[in-house]
Protein backbone atom coordinates (compact mmCIF):
# COMPACT_ATOMS: atom_id res chain seq x y z
CA UNK A 1 0.00 0.00 0.00
CA UNK A 2 1.50 2.99 -0.86
CA UNK A 3 0.54 5.38 2.16
CA UNK A 4 2.48 8.18 0.97
CA UNK A 5 -0.63 9.01 -1.17
CA UNK A 6 -2.92 10.09 1.22
CA UNK A 7 -2.02 13.39 3.11
CA UNK A 8 2.00 13.49 2.28
CA UNK A 9 1.41 16.50 0.99
CA UNK A 10 -1.75 18.54 1.76
CA UNK A 11 -0.40 18.69 5.63
CA UNK A 12 0.10 22.71 5.03
CA UNK A 13 -3.27 23.33 4.24
CA UNK A 14 -6.68 22.08 5.42
CA UNK A 15 -9.30 22.73 2.10
CA UNK A 16 -13.08 23.12 3.43
CA UNK A 17 -15.80 20.75 1.89
CA UNK A 18 -16.15 21.64 -1.39
CA UNK A 19 -13.88 20.67 -4.90
CA UNK A 20 -10.15 21.04 -4.86
CA UNK A 21 -10.57 22.36 -8.42
CA UNK A 22 -13.13 25.23 -6.77
CA UNK A 23 -10.55 26.31 -3.84
CA UNK A 24 -7.55 26.65 -6.55
CA UNK A 25 -9.50 29.01 -8.98
CA UNK A 26 -10.53 30.52 -6.48
CA UNK A 27 -7.16 31.77 -5.40
CA UNK A 28 -6.00 32.41 -8.88
CA UNK A 29 -8.93 34.71 -9.53
CA UNK A 30 -7.85 36.67 -6.14
CA UNK A 31 -4.31 36.91 -7.13
CA UNK A 32 -4.47 40.08 -9.09
CA UNK A 33 -6.43 41.59 -5.91
CA UNK A 34 -4.24 41.08 -3.38
CA UNK A 35 -1.97 44.01 -2.33
CA UNK A 36 0.15 42.84 0.56
CA UNK A 37 2.84 40.94 -0.64
CA UNK A 38 3.08 38.59 2.19
CA UNK A 39 -0.59 37.43 2.05
CA UNK A 40 0.22 36.58 -2.37
CA UNK A 41 3.05 34.70 -1.23
CA UNK A 42 1.03 32.47 0.96
CA UNK A 43 -1.89 32.22 -1.47
CA UNK A 44 1.10 30.86 -4.34
CA UNK A 45 2.07 28.36 -1.72
CA UNK A 46 -1.80 27.60 -1.28
CA UNK A 47 -2.22 27.37 -4.90
CA UNK A 48 1.54 25.15 -5.52
CA UNK A 49 -0.11 22.79 -2.62
CA UNK A 50 -3.31 21.96 -3.86
CA UNK A 51 -2.28 21.43 -7.25
CA UNK A 52 -0.35 18.45 -6.86
CA UNK A 53 -3.95 16.01 -7.32
CA UNK A 54 -4.08 17.70 -10.97
CA UNK A 55 -0.17 18.68 -12.34
CA UNK A 56 2.62 18.47 -10.43
CA UNK A 57 4.56 20.86 -12.66
CA UNK A 58 1.91 23.79 -10.97
CA UNK A 59 3.28 22.33 -7.34
CA UNK A 60 6.66 23.02 -9.07
CA UNK A 61 5.70 26.58 -10.84
CA UNK A 62 4.12 27.98 -7.89
CA UNK A 63 6.51 27.22 -5.34
CA UNK A 64 9.23 28.33 -7.35
CA UNK A 65 7.35 31.95 -7.47
CA UNK A 66 6.48 32.19 -4.03
CA UNK A 67 10.05 31.51 -2.69
CA UNK A 68 11.39 34.79 -5.43
CA UNK A 69 8.95 36.79 -4.19
CA UNK A 70 9.09 36.03 -0.83
CA UNK A 71 13.06 35.52 -0.58
CA UNK A 72 12.88 39.50 -2.52
CA UNK A 73 10.67 40.87 0.61
CA UNK A 74 12.67 38.63 3.30
CA UNK A 75 9.28 36.65 4.13
CA UNK A 76 10.32 33.73 6.34
CA UNK A 77 7.31 31.69 6.61
CA UNK A 78 6.78 32.25 2.56
CA UNK A 79 10.17 30.74 1.99
CA UNK A 80 9.96 27.91 4.64
CA UNK A 81 6.15 27.11 3.12
CA UNK A 82 7.64 27.15 -0.47
CA UNK A 83 10.79 25.12 0.45
CA UNK A 84 8.25 22.66 1.62
CA UNK A 85 5.75 22.45 -1.64
CA UNK A 86 9.43 21.76 -3.74
CA UNK A 87 9.63 19.14 -1.92
CA UNK A 88 6.23 17.70 -2.36
CA UNK A 89 6.93 18.07 -6.01
CA UNK A 90 10.25 15.74 -6.05
CA UNK A 91 8.30 13.67 -3.07
CA UNK A 92 5.63 13.01 -5.91
CA UNK A 93 8.12 12.46 -8.88
CA UNK A 94 9.66 10.36 -6.91
CA UNK A 95 13.51 11.52 -6.40
CA UNK A 96 13.60 10.76 -2.41
CA UNK A 97 17.35 12.45 -2.37
CA UNK A 98 15.72 15.84 -3.27
CA UNK A 99 12.69 15.90 -1.41
CA UNK A 100 14.19 14.68 2.01
CA UNK A 101 17.14 17.83 1.33
CA UNK A 102 14.14 19.97 0.93
CA UNK A 103 11.95 18.66 3.59
CA UNK A 104 14.65 19.13 6.14
CA UNK A 105 15.57 22.81 5.02
CA UNK A 106 12.09 23.33 5.54
CA UNK A 107 12.01 22.15 9.19
CA UNK A 108 14.79 23.82 9.91
CA UNK A 109 13.00 26.68 8.71
CA UNK A 110 10.55 26.35 10.49
CA UNK A 111 12.32 25.52 14.09
CA UNK A 112 13.59 28.88 13.27
CA UNK A 113 10.40 30.64 13.20
CA UNK A 114 8.63 28.26 16.35
CA UNK A 115 6.42 27.04 13.75
CA UNK A 116 5.26 23.74 16.14
CA UNK A 117 2.50 22.60 13.82
CA UNK A 118 4.81 22.58 10.17
CA UNK A 119 7.62 21.21 12.33
CA UNK A 120 5.78 18.04 13.10
CA UNK A 121 4.20 18.22 9.28
CA UNK A 122 7.51 18.16 7.52
CA UNK A 123 8.87 15.41 10.11
CA UNK A 124 5.76 13.11 8.82
CA UNK A 125 6.56 13.63 5.59
CA UNK A 126 10.30 12.91 6.11
CA UNK A 127 9.30 9.82 7.56
CA UNK A 128 7.15 8.88 4.79
CA UNK A 129 10.03 9.21 2.13
CA UNK A 130 11.89 7.06 4.55
CA UNK A 131 8.60 4.56 4.77
CA UNK A 132 8.90 4.63 0.91
CA UNK A 133 12.44 3.89 0.33
CA UNK A 134 11.98 0.96 2.70
CA UNK A 135 14.19 2.79 5.57
CA UNK A 136 11.46 1.65 8.60
CA UNK A 137 13.86 2.29 11.51
CA UNK A 138 14.59 6.04 10.22
CA UNK A 139 10.27 6.15 9.28
CA UNK A 140 9.27 5.02 12.68
CA UNK A 141 12.12 7.78 14.39
CA UNK A 142 10.28 10.35 12.52
CA UNK A 143 6.80 9.57 13.76
CA UNK A 144 7.86 9.31 17.19
CA UNK A 145 9.65 12.86 17.40
CA UNK A 146 6.06 14.34 15.39
CA UNK A 147 3.93 12.53 17.90
CA UNK A 148 5.85 14.18 20.67
CA UNK A 149 5.17 17.55 19.39
CA UNK A 150 1.68 17.46 19.96
CA UNK A 151 1.85 18.22 23.46
CA UNK A 152 3.04 21.62 22.45
CA UNK A 153 1.02 22.22 19.03
CA UNK A 154 -0.47 25.91 18.66
CA UNK A 155 -2.75 24.64 16.48
CA UNK A 156 -3.52 20.40 16.66
CA UNK A 157 -4.93 19.71 13.54
CA UNK A 158 -1.72 18.04 12.25
CA UNK A 159 -2.14 15.32 14.91
CA UNK A 160 -4.78 14.35 12.84
CA UNK A 161 -2.95 13.43 9.58
CA UNK A 162 0.57 12.10 12.07
CA UNK A 163 -1.53 10.04 13.89
CA UNK A 164 -3.48 8.65 10.45
CA UNK A 165 -0.07 7.67 8.89
CA UNK A 166 1.47 6.78 11.65
CA UNK A 167 -1.60 4.01 12.48
CA UNK A 168 -2.15 3.04 8.51
CA UNK A 169 1.88 2.71 8.01
CA UNK A 170 3.12 0.95 11.11
CA UNK A 171 -0.07 -0.14 13.14
CA UNK A 172 2.35 -2.61 15.42
CA UNK A 173 3.93 0.54 16.96
CA UNK A 174 0.34 1.10 18.55
CA UNK A 175 -0.70 -1.51 21.33
CA UNK A 176 -4.28 -3.00 20.63
CA UNK A 177 -6.12 -1.58 23.29
CA UNK A 178 -4.95 2.10 22.20
CA UNK A 179 -5.60 1.86 18.45
CA UNK A 180 -9.13 2.78 18.58
CA UNK A 181 -8.58 5.55 21.13
CA UNK A 182 -5.83 7.17 18.42
CA UNK A 183 -8.39 6.69 15.80
CA UNK A 184 -11.17 8.63 17.56
CA UNK A 185 -8.47 11.42 18.63
CA UNK A 186 -8.04 11.78 14.85
CA UNK A 187 -11.20 11.59 14.22
CA UNK A 188 -12.54 14.34 16.64
CA UNK A 189 -9.59 16.73 15.61
CA UNK A 190 -11.10 16.28 11.75
CA UNK A 191 -14.35 17.01 12.62
CA UNK A 192 -13.21 20.04 14.83
CA UNK A 193 -11.82 21.44 11.35
CA UNK A 194 -14.82 20.20 9.02
CA UNK A 195 -12.02 18.42 7.07
CA UNK A 196 -13.81 16.67 4.42
CA UNK A 197 -10.77 14.45 3.29
CA UNK A 198 -9.07 13.70 6.02
CA UNK A 199 -12.68 11.91 7.54
CA UNK A 200 -12.62 9.94 4.54
CA UNK A 201 -8.94 9.07 5.28
CA UNK A 202 -10.12 7.99 9.34
CA UNK A 203 -13.28 6.26 7.40
CA UNK A 204 -10.08 3.93 5.55
CA UNK A 205 -8.97 3.63 9.39
CA UNK A 206 -12.00 2.44 10.97
CA UNK A 207 -12.39 0.06 8.26
CA UNK A 208 -9.29 -1.41 8.13
CA UNK A 209 -9.78 -1.65 11.91
CA UNK A 210 -13.34 -3.44 11.16
CA UNK A 211 -11.60 -6.22 9.13
CA UNK A 212 -8.04 -6.54 11.44
CA UNK A 213 -11.28 -7.73 13.98
CA UNK A 214 -12.77 -10.36 11.86
CA UNK A 215 -15.69 -7.75 10.65
CA UNK A 216 -14.85 -7.94 7.11
CA UNK A 217 -18.30 -7.07 5.28
CA UNK A 218 -18.70 -4.01 7.89
CA UNK A 219 -14.98 -2.63 6.89
CA UNK A 220 -15.76 -3.00 3.13
CA UNK A 221 -18.60 -1.02 3.29
CA UNK A 222 -16.46 1.86 4.96
CA UNK A 223 -14.68 1.40 2.46
CA UNK A 224 -16.41 1.70 -0.31
CA UNK A 225 -18.53 4.98 1.42
CA UNK A 226 -14.76 6.07 1.96
CA UNK A 227 -14.12 5.52 -1.75
CA UNK A 228 -17.67 7.32 -3.22
CA UNK A 229 -17.03 10.05 -0.77
CA UNK A 230 -13.17 10.23 -2.45
CA UNK A 231 -14.13 10.22 -6.28
CA UNK A 232 -17.54 12.70 -5.62
CA UNK A 233 -14.90 15.44 -3.89
CA UNK A 234 -12.48 14.32 -6.52
CA UNK A 235 -9.55 13.25 -4.69
CA UNK A 236 -8.44 10.84 -6.98
CA UNK A 237 -4.53 10.88 -5.41
CA UNK A 238 -6.14 10.31 -2.23
CA UNK A 239 -8.68 7.37 -3.33
CA UNK A 240 -6.12 5.50 -5.15
CA UNK A 241 -5.03 3.42 -1.59
CA UNK A 242 -8.73 2.74 -1.11
CA UNK A 243 -9.39 1.54 -4.71
CA UNK A 244 -6.07 -1.03 -4.34
CA UNK A 245 -7.20 -1.92 -1.17
CA UNK A 246 -10.38 -2.96 -2.03
CA UNK A 247 -9.21 -4.80 -5.13
CA UNK A 248 -6.67 -7.09 -2.84
CA UNK A 249 -9.90 -7.82 -0.26
CA UNK A 250 -11.91 -8.95 -3.29
CA UNK A 251 -9.12 -10.95 -4.59
CA UNK A 252 -9.67 -14.06 -2.89
CA UNK A 253 -13.13 -14.03 -2.97
CA UNK A 254 -14.77 -12.20 -6.29
CA UNK A 255 -12.20 -12.13 -8.44
CA UNK A 256 -14.59 -10.16 -11.03
CA UNK A 257 -14.99 -7.39 -8.42
CA UNK A 258 -11.11 -6.89 -8.02
CA UNK A 259 -10.73 -7.05 -11.14
CA UNK A 260 -12.90 -3.84 -11.12
CA UNK A 261 -11.02 -2.18 -9.02
CA UNK A 262 -7.76 -3.11 -10.24
CA UNK A 263 -9.12 -1.28 -14.03
CA UNK A 264 -11.10 1.71 -12.04
CA UNK A 265 -7.21 2.95 -10.99
CA UNK A 266 -6.05 1.95 -13.54
CA UNK A 267 -8.06 4.37 -15.38
CA UNK A 268 -7.71 6.86 -12.72
CA UNK A 269 -3.88 6.76 -13.05
CA UNK A 270 -3.79 6.97 -16.83
CA UNK A 271 -5.94 10.33 -17.11
CA UNK A 272 -4.06 12.05 -13.59
CA UNK A 273 -0.55 10.58 -15.31
CA UNK A 274 -0.10 8.69 -12.17
CA UNK A 275 2.93 6.70 -13.24
CA UNK A 276 4.06 4.91 -9.94
CA UNK A 277 0.72 4.06 -9.44
CA UNK A 278 -0.23 2.74 -13.16
CA UNK A 279 2.77 0.61 -13.09
CA UNK A 280 1.66 -0.90 -9.85
CA UNK A 281 -2.07 -1.11 -11.31
CA UNK A 282 -0.73 -3.00 -14.36
CA UNK A 283 1.20 -5.54 -12.12
CA UNK A 284 -1.42 -6.37 -10.27
CA UNK A 285 -3.67 -7.31 -13.12
CA UNK A 286 -0.43 -9.04 -14.51
CA UNK A 287 -0.05 -11.16 -11.52
CA UNK A 288 -3.64 -11.77 -11.15
CA UNK A 289 -3.96 -12.92 -14.43
CA UNK A 290 -0.93 -15.44 -14.23
CA UNK A 291 -2.37 -16.80 -11.22
CA UNK A 292 -5.16 -17.56 -13.64
CA UNK A 293 -3.63 -18.77 -16.39
CA UNK A 294 -4.87 -16.03 -18.58
CA UNK A 295 -2.16 -16.07 -21.07
CA UNK A 296 -3.52 -14.00 -23.51
CA UNK A 297 -4.08 -11.02 -20.59
CA UNK A 298 -1.41 -11.81 -19.20
CA UNK A 299 0.13 -10.74 -21.84
CA UNK A 300 -1.57 -7.76 -22.43
CA UNK A 301 -0.49 -6.38 -18.88
CA UNK A 302 3.09 -7.58 -19.53
CA UNK A 303 3.24 -5.61 -22.34
CA UNK A 304 2.17 -2.38 -20.76
CA UNK A 305 4.55 -2.96 -18.09
CA UNK A 306 7.30 -3.16 -20.23
CA UNK A 307 6.35 0.14 -22.02
CA UNK A 308 5.69 2.44 -18.53
CA UNK A 309 8.85 0.99 -18.05
CA UNK A 310 10.99 1.71 -20.99
CA UNK A 311 9.12 4.95 -20.63
CA UNK A 312 10.34 5.80 -16.55
CA UNK A 313 14.02 4.56 -18.05
CA UNK A 314 13.82 7.69 -20.77
CA UNK A 315 12.48 9.79 -18.18
CA UNK A 316 14.77 9.04 -15.68
CA UNK A 317 17.57 9.20 -18.01
CA UNK A 318 16.44 13.32 -18.90
CA UNK A 319 14.46 14.12 -15.98
CA UNK A 320 17.12 12.79 -13.54
CA UNK A 321 20.06 15.18 -14.64
CA UNK A 322 17.43 17.91 -14.76
CA UNK A 323 16.72 17.64 -11.22
CA UNK A 324 20.27 17.50 -10.20
CA UNK A 325 21.00 20.81 -12.64
CA UNK A 326 17.86 22.21 -10.77
CA UNK A 327 19.23 21.80 -7.49
CA UNK A 328 22.88 22.63 -8.44
CA UNK A 329 21.35 25.96 -9.56
CA UNK A 330 19.16 26.58 -7.19
CA UNK A 331 21.81 26.03 -4.43
CA UNK A 332 24.14 28.46 -6.50
CA UNK A 333 21.27 31.22 -6.61
CA UNK A 334 20.89 30.70 -2.58
CA UNK A 335 24.46 31.11 -2.14
CA UNK A 336 24.73 34.16 -4.11
CA UNK A 337 21.73 35.36 -2.23
CA UNK A 338 23.56 35.03 1.12
CA UNK A 339 26.78 36.56 -0.27
CA UNK A 340 24.81 39.66 -1.54
CA UNK A 341 23.21 39.66 2.06
CA UNK A 342 26.48 39.34 3.54
CA UNK A 343 27.95 42.07 0.99
CA UNK A 344 24.98 44.44 1.96
CA UNK A 345 25.67 43.95 5.42
CA UNK A 346 29.57 44.09 5.28
CA UNK A 347 29.13 47.68 3.58
CA UNK A 348 27.31 48.77 6.80
CA UNK A 349 29.60 47.35 8.94
CA UNK A 350 32.56 49.64 6.87
CA UNK A 351 30.59 52.62 7.15
CA UNK A 352 29.53 52.46 10.34
CA UNK A 353 33.50 51.74 10.65
CA UNK A 354 34.37 54.56 9.05
CA UNK A 355 31.87 57.02 11.26
CA UNK A 356 33.39 55.45 14.87
CA UNK A 357 36.90 56.13 13.10
CA UNK A 358 35.68 60.00 12.72
CA UNK A 359 34.36 59.95 16.42
CA UNK A 360 38.04 58.10 17.59
CA UNK A 361 39.99 60.65 15.99
CA UNK A 362 37.85 63.73 17.91
CA UNK A 363 37.62 62.10 20.75
CA UNK A 364 41.41 61.65 20.49
CA UNK A 365 42.66 65.27 19.91
CA UNK A 366 40.03 66.50 22.68
CA UNK A 367 41.86 64.27 24.65
CA UNK A 368 45.08 65.11 24.02
CA UNK A 369 44.83 68.53 25.37
CA UNK A 370 44.30 66.49 28.76
CA UNK A 371 47.77 64.59 28.62
CA UNK A 372 49.58 67.18 30.61
CA UNK A 373 47.12 67.16 33.50
CA UNK A 374 46.67 63.58 33.30
CA UNK A 375 50.96 62.96 33.57
CA UNK A 376 50.73 65.02 36.21
CA UNK A 377 48.76 62.97 37.93
CA UNK A 378 50.14 59.72 36.89
CA UNK A 379 53.14 61.02 38.68
CA UNK A 380 51.88 61.40 41.46
CA UNK A 381 50.25 58.44 41.47
CA UNK A 382 53.51 56.86 41.23
CA UNK A 383 55.25 58.26 44.36
CA UNK A 384 52.11 56.95 46.34
CA UNK A 385 52.36 53.89 44.88
CA UNK A 386 56.23 53.59 45.50
CA UNK A 387 55.39 54.22 49.36
CA UNK A 388 52.79 51.85 49.34
CA UNK A 389 55.28 49.02 47.55
CA UNK A 390 57.71 49.84 50.65
CA UNK A 391 54.74 49.63 53.20
CA UNK A 392 54.23 45.82 51.72
CA UNK A 393 57.69 45.08 51.84
CA UNK A 394 57.74 45.75 55.51
CA UNK A 395 54.21 43.74 55.69
CA UNK A 396 55.74 40.55 53.99
CA UNK A 397 59.14 40.42 56.30
CA UNK A 398 56.62 40.65 59.41
CA UNK A 399 54.70 37.89 57.93
CA UNK A 400 57.56 36.10 57.90
CA UNK A 401 58.92 36.48 61.19
CA UNK A 402 55.31 35.56 62.22
CA UNK A 403 55.37 32.05 60.37
CA UNK A 404 58.75 31.72 62.18
CA UNK A 405 57.03 32.59 65.71
CA UNK A 406 54.16 30.09 65.05
CA UNK A 407 56.44 27.40 63.87
CA UNK A 408 58.33 27.84 66.82
CA UNK A 409 55.26 27.70 69.32
CA UNK A 410 54.27 24.28 67.93
CA UNK A 411 57.38 22.91 69.08
CA UNK A 412 55.71 22.66 72.47
CA UNK A 413 52.24 20.78 72.23
CA UNK A 414 54.12 18.48 69.72
CA UNK A 415 57.00 18.06 72.31
CA UNK A 416 54.49 17.28 74.73
CA UNK A 417 53.02 14.69 72.39
CA UNK A 418 56.65 13.06 71.79
CA UNK A 419 57.26 12.71 75.73
CA UNK A 420 54.12 11.50 76.85
CA UNK A 421 54.21 9.03 73.82
CA UNK A 422 57.87 7.90 74.94
CA UNK A 423 56.91 7.36 78.55
CA UNK A 424 53.82 4.78 77.27
CA UNK A 425 56.39 3.02 75.69
CA UNK A 426 57.88 2.07 78.93
CA UNK A 427 54.29 0.82 80.64
CA UNK A 428 52.96 -2.19 80.45
CA UNK A 429 50.53 -1.94 77.69
CA UNK A 430 49.24 -4.51 75.46
CA UNK A 431 51.39 -5.32 72.02
CA UNK A 432 48.90 -3.87 69.98
CA UNK A 433 48.95 -0.62 71.94
CA UNK A 434 52.80 -0.08 71.86
CA UNK A 435 52.44 -0.64 68.06
CA UNK A 436 50.00 2.04 67.81
CA UNK A 437 52.17 4.38 70.33
CA UNK A 438 55.65 3.49 67.86
CA UNK A 439 53.47 4.95 65.31
CA UNK A 440 52.77 8.31 66.71
CA UNK A 441 56.19 8.40 68.10
CA UNK A 442 57.64 8.20 64.72
CA UNK A 443 54.77 10.70 63.41
CA UNK A 444 55.56 13.19 66.14
CA UNK A 445 59.57 13.07 65.69
CA UNK A 446 58.82 13.70 61.94
CA UNK A 447 56.86 17.08 62.97
CA UNK A 448 59.70 18.05 64.88
CA UNK A 449 62.21 17.61 61.84
CA UNK A 450 59.38 19.38 60.10
CA UNK A 451 59.47 22.49 62.45
CA UNK A 452 62.96 22.76 63.22
CA UNK A 453 63.63 22.98 59.24
CA UNK A 454 60.86 25.91 58.82
CA UNK A 455 62.34 28.02 61.77
CA UNK A 456 65.77 27.47 59.31
CA UNK A 457 64.56 27.79 56.47
CA UNK A 458 64.25 30.34 53.35
CA UNK A 459 61.59 27.90 51.68
CA UNK A 460 64.14 26.85 49.29
CA UNK A 461 65.83 23.54 48.90
CA UNK A 462 69.01 23.39 48.05
CA UNK A 463 71.66 19.91 47.94
CA UNK A 464 73.43 22.17 50.22
CA UNK A 465 70.75 21.97 52.80
CA UNK A 466 70.07 18.14 52.76
CA UNK A 467 71.09 15.93 55.17
CA UNK A 468 72.84 12.89 53.26
CA UNK A 469 73.25 9.27 54.66
CA UNK A 470 73.12 6.04 53.16
CA UNK A 471 68.96 4.79 52.86
CA UNK A 472 68.13 1.31 52.28
CA UNK A 473 65.09 2.19 49.81
CA UNK A 474 63.19 -0.45 50.09
CA UNK A 475 63.33 -0.22 54.03
CA UNK A 476 62.15 2.99 53.80
CA UNK A 477 59.40 2.22 51.66
CA UNK A 478 58.06 0.04 54.01
CA UNK A 479 58.61 2.19 57.04
CA UNK A 480 56.56 4.95 54.79
CA UNK A 481 53.85 2.32 54.42
CA UNK A 482 53.37 0.84 57.48
CA UNK A 483 52.67 4.45 58.70
CA UNK A 484 49.90 5.47 55.57
CA UNK A 485 48.55 2.05 56.14
CA UNK A 486 45.59 3.33 58.40
CA UNK A 487 45.10 6.26 55.73
CA UNK A 488 44.78 3.14 52.99
CA UNK A 489 42.17 1.16 55.89
CA UNK A 490 40.02 4.31 56.34
CA UNK A 491 38.75 4.21 52.55
CA UNK A 492 38.69 0.30 52.50
CA UNK A 493 41.82 0.36 50.20
CA UNK A 494 45.39 -1.70 50.03
CA UNK A 495 48.53 -0.45 49.90
CA UNK A 496 50.61 -3.31 48.05
CA UNK A 497 54.18 -3.26 47.68
CA UNK A 498 56.38 -5.47 45.11
CA UNK A 499 59.81 -4.77 46.12
CA UNK A 500 63.01 -5.87 43.63
CA UNK A 501 66.73 -5.83 44.93
CA UNK A 502 68.19 -2.33 44.15
CA UNK A 503 71.14 -0.39 45.60
CA UNK A 504 71.63 1.70 48.87
CA UNK A 505 71.60 5.57 47.79
CA UNK A 506 72.97 8.48 49.01
CA UNK A 507 69.96 10.58 50.54
CA UNK A 508 68.50 12.84 52.70
CA UNK A 509 66.29 9.95 54.75
CA UNK A 510 63.24 12.82 56.03
CA UNK A 511 62.77 14.65 52.96
CA UNK A 512 62.61 11.11 50.73
CA UNK A 513 60.25 10.50 53.07
CA UNK A 514 58.09 13.37 52.66
CA UNK A 515 58.06 12.62 48.72
CA UNK A 516 56.84 9.00 49.40
CA UNK A 517 54.31 10.34 52.07
CA UNK A 518 53.13 13.19 49.49
CA UNK A 519 52.79 10.70 46.31
CA UNK A 520 50.47 8.05 48.86
CA UNK A 521 48.82 10.41 50.40
CA UNK A 522 47.44 11.45 46.45
CA UNK A 523 47.13 8.02 45.43
CA UNK A 524 44.89 7.57 48.15
CA UNK A 525 42.94 10.36 48.52
CA UNK A 526 41.99 10.35 44.49
CA UNK A 527 41.42 6.94 44.24
CA UNK A 528 37.60 5.26 44.77
CA UNK A 529 37.36 2.93 47.95
CA UNK A 530 38.36 -0.77 47.53
CA UNK A 531 41.34 0.20 45.09
CA UNK A 532 44.31 -0.97 45.51
CA UNK A 533 48.14 1.34 45.49
CA UNK A 534 50.69 -0.27 43.99
CA UNK A 535 54.23 0.67 45.10
CA UNK A 536 57.69 -0.58 43.12
CA UNK A 537 61.10 -0.28 43.25
CA UNK A 538 63.91 -0.49 39.61
CA UNK A 539 67.29 -0.90 39.21
CA UNK A 540 68.97 0.67 36.84
CA UNK A 541 72.78 1.47 35.87
CA UNK A 542 72.45 4.83 37.43
CA UNK A 543 69.64 5.24 38.99
CA UNK A 544 67.28 3.86 41.38
CA UNK A 545 63.81 4.23 40.35
CA UNK A 546 60.59 4.46 42.89
CA UNK A 547 56.84 3.73 41.43
CA UNK A 548 53.68 4.47 42.80
CA UNK A 549 51.01 3.56 40.90
CA UNK A 550 46.73 4.06 41.39
CA UNK A 551 43.77 3.12 39.30
CA UNK A 552 42.15 6.37 40.41
CA UNK A 553 40.24 9.48 38.95
CA UNK A 554 43.92 10.23 36.94
CA UNK A 555 45.01 13.92 36.06
CA UNK A 556 43.39 15.84 33.03
CA UNK A 557 45.59 16.99 30.58
CA UNK A 558 44.49 20.34 30.93
CA UNK A 559 46.23 20.82 34.55
CA UNK A 560 48.93 18.40 33.65
CA UNK A 561 51.29 20.68 32.54
CA UNK A 562 50.72 22.99 36.00
CA UNK A 563 51.31 19.63 38.04
CA UNK A 564 54.49 20.71 39.83
CA UNK A 565 53.98 24.71 40.02
CA UNK A 566 53.21 25.60 43.52
CA UNK A 567 50.17 27.71 44.53
CA UNK A 568 48.09 27.11 41.38
CA UNK A 569 44.19 27.12 41.99
CA UNK A 570 43.45 25.58 38.90
CA UNK A 571 45.41 22.12 40.08
CA UNK A 572 43.16 21.61 42.77
CA UNK A 573 40.97 19.25 42.78
CA UNK A 574 38.70 17.39 46.13
CA UNK A 575 39.74 13.84 46.28
CA UNK A 576 37.32 10.76 45.53
CA UNK A 577 35.63 11.26 49.66
CA UNK A 578 35.74 15.19 49.37
CA UNK A 579 39.38 15.41 50.54
CA UNK A 580 40.73 18.91 50.09
CA UNK A 581 43.79 19.54 48.22
CA UNK A 582 46.28 22.63 48.77
CA UNK A 583 48.55 22.52 45.10
CA UNK A 584 52.06 22.44 47.57
CA UNK A 585 52.66 18.73 47.78
CA UNK A 586 53.79 17.83 44.13
CA UNK A 587 55.80 20.88 44.50
CA UNK A 588 57.64 20.29 47.24
CA UNK A 589 58.27 16.37 46.33
CA UNK A 590 59.82 18.09 42.65
CA UNK A 591 62.05 20.20 44.63
CA UNK A 592 63.27 17.82 47.06
CA UNK A 593 63.68 15.22 44.36
CA UNK A 594 65.61 18.05 42.15
CA UNK A 595 67.95 18.77 44.97
CA UNK A 596 68.78 15.25 45.50
CA UNK A 597 69.89 15.44 41.51
CA UNK A 598 66.86 13.43 40.40
CA UNK A 599 63.89 13.23 38.40
CA UNK A 600 60.54 12.86 39.16
CA UNK A 601 57.49 12.75 36.60
CA UNK A 602 54.28 10.89 35.95
CA UNK A 603 51.77 9.21 33.18
CA UNK A 604 48.05 9.12 32.80
CA UNK A 605 45.17 8.79 31.66
CA UNK A 606 42.01 10.66 32.52
CA UNK A 607 39.91 7.83 34.46
CA UNK A 608 42.33 5.36 34.07
CA UNK A 609 44.73 6.09 37.30
CA UNK A 610 47.67 7.70 37.51
CA UNK A 611 52.01 6.07 37.72
CA UNK A 612 54.09 8.43 39.62
CA UNK A 613 58.00 7.62 38.67
CA UNK A 614 61.21 9.30 41.03
CA UNK A 615 64.88 8.84 39.89
CA UNK A 616 67.61 8.83 42.20
CA UNK A 617 70.99 8.80 41.58
CA UNK A 618 73.03 5.62 42.72
Known amino acids: MKTLTLVTLWCLFFVPAFSQDEVIQGLKQALPSITDSPRYVDALNRISMLSYEQNTDSTLFYANKAREIARRIDYAGGIADATNNLAVYFDINGTSELALRYYSDAYNRYTGLGDSSNMAQTLMNIAMVYNTDGNSEKAVAHYKAAMSLGKILTRDSIMSLVIYNFLLQYPQQFAADSTDIYIDKALQIAQRYHDIRLLLAIGQLKANRYIQQGQRDMGIRL ?119 YA ?47 ALENSNKNYARLIRVVAHDLRNPIGAINAITGMMMHSKSPAKDEEWMQLVEKASQRCLQLITELLATDFEIREETLCKEKVDVNALIQQAAQLLNYRAIEKNQRLIIRESPVSAIMADREKLTRVLDNLVVNAIKFSPDGAAITIMTEDTRTDVIILVHDNGMGIPLEIAGKLFEPFESSIKRKGTSGEQSFGLGLYICDQIIRAHGGRIWFESQPGQGSTFFLSLPK
Do not use: P
Open 223 to 341: LENALAGGIREKLFFMSMDIIVELGDLYSSTDSAKAVAYYQQALVITQAKKYSSYERDMNNKLYDFYVARKDKEKAYEYSAALVQLYRKKQETDNQSGIDYITYALKDQELETIREKTV
Open 344 to 390: NRLLWLEGIACLLAVVIITMLWRNARQNRRIHATLEDQYRRLTTTTT
